[in-house]
């Protein structure tokens, strides 16, 4: 599985942006997926994932209720809708693929990872 992640940008705060992580790959309805983030000088920390039919999510206690991930697997496309964003969710934003049933919140849980899109949310 080849993942593209894309919809980065420069926001304010309290604004919202959408990102979108693009796969390749017949099998991408069998992966479950998630959303990773690192902002500088810090590790790369879990913000959401999904289950391969969308019937199970979970996200960091951080970006509950403003965050929300979907997927749509008829288009091979995982999404992040990000709301309320404060200056501490700037980081760059990675999706990552894994080929269990199991939701991961560890990135070593993941096999597959896209090249990450900047968010910068400016106060």
């Known amino acids: 599985v080849q993942l593209q992640a894309f919809g980065g940008g420069l926001v304010q705060v309290g604004g919202s942006l959408r990102l979108s992580c693009a796969a390749s790959?017949?099998?991408?309805?069998?992966?479950?997926m998630g959303w990773f983030r690192q902002a500088p000088g810090k590790e790369r920390g879990f913000v959401a994932a999904?289950?391969?039919?969308?019937?199970?999510?979970y996200y960091a206690d951080s970006v509950k209720g403003r965050f929300t991930i979907s997927r749509d697997n008829g288009k091979n496309t995982v999404y992040l809708q990000m709301n309320g964003l404060k200056p501490e969710d700037t980081a760059v934003y990675y999706c990552a693929a894994q080929p269990r049933a199991r939701l991961g919140v560890r990135a070593y849980e993941y096999d597959y990872w896209g090249q990450g899109t900047l968010v910068t949310v400016s106060s």
């Open positions: 790959g017949r099998t991408f309805s069998s992966y479950s």
């Open positions: 999904i289950s391969w039919s969308a019937g199970s999510t």
